[in-house]
């Protein structure tokens, strides 16, 4: 069952075609990454899917798994940015992008945002409901912030906190409002190799735990090749080959693209 | 023992304050003075709803002080309301007005729309200098006197005692809505446009709520101060005004309730104390050149604010501190053996 498909998504920025023709499809509860050198477009096609841009032409196709057992298909390009999160799909940022000024809980319980109720009149007036609301929301944070190992930190300022963790802050501020999709821009950014080894078993980890799909946008191969089952590789925009970490790193063209063309002896 | 909240403890503790007046027989020009002091607070409790907290700037805050001012001499003089009545309608219709001002934000940012909002104040107070049948221009129009279900409110003290309520509860709103859904999604909107519309924070929902809850505050305000002062006439609506309300939230403390008022108290009453200081007497203007100079300093030394000063001392001088116990301890100054 596929939960994201991008259909001939095409985007271009004055004369540059950042993104041209794409299609891939994204399998539910797989970990997919999509790679390239740098300049390929894939924050681009990042930015497409969680609606910050809006592509040219093409179709992103977001299935949406209902309680009651039913598939709803929703074209994400008709839904504005804020809106997308309540379809069950949410993102992180590749230079993190938490609340400074909030604490760490309150960051996570900003992400539960789209299922709060609360208007700013009953806010103000703390009725019994928001107050249950409230109170729920908090022990959501700290049951994902158990999970993520980050226990004792709550009411610390998000900005005070080493980047690492940051990370992990805004992993767990994505993963609250318990989305179906969650979309990685180049989690392993900054990271040393054994940071980025045991966040590649994180993400694995975030997979098995919470049923979510993962698409991982990445420059780290190492983490690429060790955690995601399909990878799809795009080069000035366009896909030059989809398959398996090991059908990935046998492809010729994707050699060329990363390592350049072997010249060809006479 | 059931917990009190914190809010509720400083709730009562002002109201308790409120009280003081009627056994002290402070002079009426003090009691005037304290009145502006609590109505200042609102209007700076409002926009720094808007500047402190959703990080939007408008320079042209004082009109909807005026308009709050203008229509409750309206509903109360003309209409014969009630007075509750008209604050309520002093503070909806500039909320509304409010609400198109925000539209603005959704467009313009930082210093395009500080232009804009500046703009806005100065055309809307040409309205109210051109506007006769309303304002009765430059000659101004006479508030009556606060009837509240028949009780006439014509004293200092009693006038202090029913701004001080309105404070207490426009804080306690402030302070719920703050903690909760609608806070949280101003302060992500101010700390990263991005990320807070990547949690489902609509930018246009949560620009027109900031600036309409702001100009609900300041709406509510201004009826306070016509009605205290009981005469409204164009030029306290101007630039001045705005840039006060603007020193106010900075020196007292952006993104703090509290900083408000203590920011309102500090620009209300900085020039009254400077009147009194022998020399400085004597120079035209020192009040706006010491509030000058005040602002920068904040801005310099304490960036959080006049209200969070504790917090930020302690920070700061936290090192010197530990150095300071380090020496002692060592020369024996420290734990007797």
Not at chain 1, 119 to 143: I, L, N, Q, W
Not at chain 2, 138 to 147: C, D, I, L
Not at chain 2, 211 to 224: D, N, Q, R
Request: net charge positive.
């Amino acid at each position: 069952m596929n939960i994201l498909r991008v259909e001939n998504l095409s985007i271009s920025f004055g004369g540059l075609k950042a993104v041209d023709d794409l299609s891939f499809t994204v399998k539910e509860n797989s970990i997919y990454g999509l790679i390239g050198p740098n300049g390929a477009g894939k924050t681009t096609v990042f930015n497409c899917i969680s609606r910050f841009y809006t592509p040219d032409k093409g179709k992103i196709v977001f299935v949406q798994s209902t309680e009651n057992g039913l598939r709803l298909e929703h074209q994400l390009t008709k839904y504005k940015v804020h809106e997308v999160i309540s379809k069950g799909l949410t993102r992180t940022f590749q230079n993190v992008e938490l609340f400074k000024h909030m604490t760490v809980e309150e960051n996570l319980i900003t992400g539960l945002h789209s299922k709060l109720k609360a208007g700013f009149v009953r806010s103000g007036f703390f009725t019994s409901s928001v107050k249950k609301e409230e109170d729920t929301a908090r022990e959501k944070a700290r049951d994902i912030l158990a999970f993520l190992g980050l226990k004792g930190i709550e009411k610390q300022y998000a900005a005070s906190q080493p980047y690492g963790i940051q990370k992990l802050i805004e992993l767990g501020r994505a993963l609250i409002s318990k989305p179906k999709l969650i979309i990685l821009d180049e989690p392993a950014a900054g990271m040393n190799p054994k940071e980025t080894a045991s966040l590649g078993a994180l993400i694995r980890s975030i997979r098995d735990t919470y049923g979510v799909t993962i698409l991982l946008v990445e420059h780290d191969m190492s983490l690429v090749m060790d955690i995601c089952e399909k990878i799809c590789v795009i080069n000035f925009g366009k896909k030059i080959a989809e398959g398996t970490p090991v059908e990935i790193q046998r492809n010729t063209a994707v050699q060329e693209a990363y390592l350049g063309k072997e010249e060809q002896n006479a | 023992m059931k917990k009190v909240p914190k809010a509720i403890i400083y709730s009562i503790l002002t109201l308790i304050i409120a009280l003081f007046p009627f056994v002290l027989g402070l002079p009426k020009p003090l009691m005037t003075l304290l009145n502006t002091v609590i109505i200042y607070g609102i209007a700076a409790l409002g926009f720094n709803i808007l500047l402190g907290y959703a990080g939007q700037i408008s320079l042209g805050h004082a009109v909807f002080m005026g308009l709050g001012a203008y229509l409750s001499v309206y509903i109360t003089s003309k209409l014969q309301l009630p007075f509750l009545l008209s604050i309520l309608i002093s503070g909806l219709v500039p909320m509304l007005i409010g609400a198109l001002l925000g539209l603005a934000a959704l467009r313009l940012e930082g210093h395009y729309l500080a232009i804009a909002t500046l703009g806005f104040g100065v055309a809307v107070q040409q309205v109210f200098k051109e506007w006769i049948a309303f304002t009765n221009g430059y000659s101004g129009v006479r508030a009556p006197y606060p009837n509240i279900f028949g009780l006439v409110i014509k004293t200092r003290e009693q006038y202090f005692l029913m701004a001080v309520i309105v404070l207490i509860i426009l804080s306690l709103f402030a302070y719920n809505m703050l903690r909760s859904k609608t806070g949280r999604a101003l302060i992500a909107m101010r700390d990263s446009e991005h990320a807070a519309q990547a949690m489902g924070i609509s930018l246009f929902k949560y620009k027109l709520i900031a600036f309409s809850v702001s100009a609900f505050y300041a709406g509510v305000a201004g009826c306070l101060y016509a009605h205290l002062i009981r005469f409204v006439e164009p030029n306290m609506w101007g630039i001045e005004l705005s840039l006060n309300l603007l020193a106010m939230v900075v020196i007292g403390g952006l993104a703090s309730i509290s900083g408000a008022i203590v920011g309102a108290a500090f620009i209300t009453l900085i020039p009254e104390i400077i009147k009194n200081v022998p020399v400085l007497e004597h120079f035209k203007n020192i009040s706006a050149v010491f509030t000058g100079i005040c602002l920068v300093l904040v801005i310099m030394f304490l960036p959080l604010g006049l209200a969070r000063l504790a917090a930020q001392l302690k920070y700061k001088y936290a090192k010197l501190f530990s150095i300071g116990r380090k020496i002692s301890d060592k020369f024996g100054g420290g734990k007797a053996q």
